[in-house]
């Protein structure tokens, strides 16, 4: 990435900060993968204080936003969040224009900005869907720090010629390559349309985070969540991986497929449990 950087008294250089390092590339790889066309998909990843507070002033707030969802539940926390509009194309060459650190007031009703999101730029419009799904993956899991959404193309193509019932679709994808079963034993949940950065999608998807890590949006794309960059953007890839192949098969006759029992032997030799409801044994 840009070896400009911008030096703070006392602070190092922030742009330095492997966090933001990481939202640079990570955002740079999708816009390469064509995923996220404009100002498309969003990423939000929770950080810890002493972390941040290594190269960002956190005894400074730029400006503050009130939340039209309180998240008493983040109170405290930090986040290093894409702006809205903006494109994941030029967050590498600009980090501080394109992202913002910001952390949630104790309310719950605000976010101090503390970094970044540079000339009155506003965290990305999908907040609500990323706060309130952050809440839910942390109680079922502690270790939960990113989430993802990205229109990745082939699962946004399948959604228009597959059923949009959660366990056939999660079927579908676990039949279209072995890894499947192994990386989304959990399955995929599925939204039915709604409209993009309300507090109600964010709610609705929020509500599937609780038993799974991925959640499809029909013709829209995907969210995906996890405890790291790498984990999170893999599962992704592999949801996508399986949408491609069955987007290859493009409804031609198959003559043979990986049966329910050969899931069953995969999910016992490699130790995860598959979402119920789904094998017929
Ligand atoms: P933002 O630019 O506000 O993040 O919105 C992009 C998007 O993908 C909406 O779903
Ligand atoms: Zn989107």
């Not at 991925?214 to 995906?224: D, L």
Request: proline share 4%; hydrophobic share 40%; net charge negative.
């Amino acid at each position: 990435m840009s070896t400009s950087v911008i030096r703070t008294t006392g602070y190092t250089a922030s742009t330095e900060a492997p966090f933001i390092q990481e939202m640079a590339e990570i955002t740079h790889h999708m816009w390469t993968l064509g995923w996220d066309e404009l100002n498309g998909g969003n990423v939000s990843y929770l950080l810890d204080e002493e972390e941040v507070s290594k190269y960002i002033n956190v005894g400074q707030t730029l400006r503050s936003l009130d939340l039209a969802f309180p998240v008493k539940e983040l109170a405290g926390k930090y986040f290093i969040v894409t702006g809205s509009g903006k494109y994941f194309r030029n967050v590498i060459k600009d980090p501080e224009g394109n992202l913002g650190v910001v952390r949630v007031s104790a309310s719950g009703e605000q976010v101090d900005i503390l970094w970044g999101l540079r000339e009155g730029a506003r965290p990305t419009s999908e907040l609500a869907s990323h706060f309130m799904s952050h809440i839910e993956r942390l109680k079922v899991d502690p270790t939960h720090r990113i989430v993802l959404h990205t229109h990745a193309t082939n699962v946004i193509a399948m959604t228009f010629t597959h059923d949009l019932d959660e366990l056939k679709f999660t079927k579908t994808l676990w039949q279209m390559c072995t890894e499947c079963l192994v990386v989304f034993p959990d399955g995929v949940g599925i939204l039915p349309w709604i409209v993009p950065g309300s507090n109600e999608i964010g709610r609705e998807t929020a509500k599937k985070m609780q038993e799974q890590r991925v959640v499809i949006w029909p013709h829209h794309g995907i969210f995906g969540t996890g405890s790291t960059m790498d984990s999170t953007f893999g599962l992704i890839e592999t949801v996508e991986k399986a949408a491609n192949v069955y987007n290859l098969i493009g409804g031609r006759e198959i003559k043979q497929v990986i049966t329910d029992h050969q899931l069953d032997d995969l999910a016992r030799a490699f130790g995860v449990t598959p979402k119920a409801g789904i094998l017929e044994l």
